[in-house]
């Protein structure tokens, strides 16, 4: 147990109980323990495994090379469509821990036999992200727009990409671009720290 990740586990949740189960289990495989995204996450020779996190319905151990797990039980979820790489486990009491406790570790020593194994996720390119017609358009009509967007890094213009798809009507995709264009000409990534 690592004491700098203590207060995740002793703070005020509806996931305590669940969290700290989840933590023995996950110990009891031999990993590192340490703090990464505000959550605890747990390393095998530096390379992240698997983190606890927690959302208003459930708690979940999210496996960073999920799609590489056999699941074997069908137990592992795709976060959302665009989450290309890792997997969950949800729980939605502390039961559903317990009864699953054995297969959990099974999920574990093998997430860490892919990382002996050196194996890799497969990303899909930028470049293969859909582009919004919407979006087209504005890097045709602006240069100075299309240059920004193609000099920032490839996970910046994935974040851009995404977030302006996922709005499902036309004018609510060019409100998004129109609000997001000062930041991408000033090489801001989506979710970056900005003030005009």
């Known amino acids: 147990m690592n004491q700098k990740v203590d207060w995740f586990f002793d703070k005020d949740s509806n996931w305590q109980k669940e969290y700290r189960k989840l933590r023995a289990i996950v110990l009891s495989c031999g990993l590192i323990e340490e703090l990464k995204w505000g959550v605890p996450c747990y390393t095998f020779q530096k390379n992240n495994i698997v983190l606890i996190h927690g959302f208003k319905g459930y708690c979940a151990l999210l496996f960073h090379k999920g799609v590489l797990l056999k699941d074997t039980n069908n137990i592992l979820i795709q976060q959302t469509e665009n989450v290309q790489s890792a997997r969950q486990i949800r729980f939605i009491n502390f039961q559903e821990i317990i009864d699953l406790e054995q297969i959990i570790k099974t999920y574990i020593f093998e997430a860490i036999e892919v990382e002996k194994a050196g ?3 497969k990303m899909k390119k930028t470049s293969e992200f859909k582009m919004p017609d919407e979006f087209k358009n504005a890097l045709e009509n602006n240069s100075d727009l299309k240059s920004a967007f193609y000099a920032l890094t490839p996970g910046r213009q994935r974040g851009y990409l995404l977030h302006f798809s996922q709005a499902k009507q036309s004018k609510t995709r060019e409100s ?12 801001i990534g989506l979710n970056d720290k900005y003030s005009k």
């Open 119 to 121: 194996l890799e996720v």
């Open 176 to 187: 998004r671009i129109e609000k997001c264009t000062d930041k991408i000409l000033n090489g």
